[in-house]
């Protein structure tokens, strides 16, 4: 019988801002600079391989937060900036990282009402996130802090695990006095979410919302609306 679940942040709870793209012409044309944009995909893809690839058994969060400021740089470099670039990385910062503009997030439409509903039913809730700062205070800020019972990010440093290690999703169980055949987890990534939960004996479900993994695993929903029912099952 299941009595908790167990969610995701990003991308399951809530979405940021504005896409990349935008925040870095908007601040390109500020600067007068003209964006290689043939570069573009390849910085990206170095600058999310850095920016969120930090170990939270190495490093502090203020270790993390210059790893990240470190990676926007080279990020901007990558583009062909030569004047500006670290003033150019904080704004892009500000415009849309979670760590400097968490008054840029915003909950999906079916994330109260689905979470009243799981509370409403007895169910036991936390967020389990690779999240490079404490949670709590944007949790309060969009006004859902008070649904969970606790909510674990990978860089506190009581924790110090991110997602599919173990450590993260055994220390919420005992955190919250359930076991893990007594949970389901959701969330958007498959690595992290699907196979970490699964390598602990947490149900996962997968929440697909513009089908990134069409078919990759059985139990998928496209909205939070769906999770009551299916946990009843």
């Not at 679940?5 to 870095?24: A, I, N």
């Not at 404490?134 to 969009?142: N, Y």
Request: aromatic residues 10%; contains cysteine; glycine residues 6%.
């Amino acid at each position: 019988m299941i009595k908790a679940v167990f969610f995701d942040f990003y991308y399951t709870l809530c979405v940021w801002g504005l896409p990349l793209d935008e925040s870095l012409q908007t601040i390109a044309d500020r600067y007068q600079f003209e964006i290689d944009w043939k570069r573009y995909a390849a910085a990206v893809e170095d600058l999310f391989a850095d920016a969120s690839g930090t170990d939270p058994s190495k490093h502090s969060i203020l270790g993390t937060m210059q790893i990240i400021v470190d990676s926007y740089c080279d990020f901007i470099r990558q583009l062909g900036v030569q004047e500006h670039a670290e003033q150019m990385a904080w704004e892009l910062l500000q415009a849309g990282h979670s760590l400097f503009a968490a008054n840029v997030a915003t909950l999906y439409d079916d994330v109260v009402p689905t979470l009243q509903q799981l509370k409403d039913d007895g169910y036991k809730l936390a967020i389990v996130s690779n999240w490079d700062t404490p949670l709590d205070p944007l949790a309060e800020r969009l006004g859902i802090a008070h649904y969970f019972d606790i909510i674990v990010t990978s860089h506190d440093e009581r924790v110090r695990s991110a997602k599919p290690d173990a450590h993260i999703f055994e220390y919420t169980l005992k955190a919250v006095g359930v076991s893990a055949e007594e949970t389901v987890h959701v969330g958007d990534t498959y690595e992290a979410d699907i196979i970490g939960a699964q390598g602990v004996g947490i149900r996962p479900i997968l929440i697909d919302r513009d089908e990134p993994y069409v078919d990759r695993w059985d139990e998928t929903i496209r909205s939070l609306a769906e999770l009551p029912d299916l946990i009843k099952t």
